[in-house]
């Protein structure tokens, strides 16, 4: 899951050669559900969450946002609520940013996904 979450890094990019492979591996992840399955590595789901964020840019399409923020619903849907402080401290980052480090979109992300 480390590779994917390192591949998904490339979204970050829309200008880039390989930007329409990230974007089907993207589509292929949210289709199985495959990230469901790190229910249980809290660290891993953290990095999940900080790469999402991360790859917000305003040239995303609404299908390529709303995909990022499936991945994240159904990981969280897998904790049932169950939620550690690490991962709670993740979702919250961006709108709890002093530092300037999350663009806007990241902010939209992260308020959509926690309303």
């Not at 169950?82 to 999350?102: H, K, M, T, V």
Request: with cysteine.
């Amino acid at each position: 899951f480390d590779l994917f979450i390192r591949q998904l890094g490339g979204l970050e990019h829309p200008n880039a050669p390989f930007f329409i492979w990230y974007t089907k591996l993207l589509d292929t992840l949210v289709l199985v559900q495959a990230f469901v399955l790190i229910r249980d590595n809290e660290e891993m789901i953290v990095e999940l969450i900080h790469c999402i964020y991360q790859v917000c840019v305003p040239e995303h399409s609404h299908k390529t946002t709303d995909m990022l923020k499936r991945i994240v619903f159904g990981v969280l849907d897998e904790l049932n609520g169950d939620y550690s402080q690490p991962i709670l401290d993740a979702l919250l980052a961006p709108l709890a940013d002093p530092s300037g480090e999350y663009r806007a979109e990241a902010k939209m992300l992260a308020s959509s996904i926690l309303l």
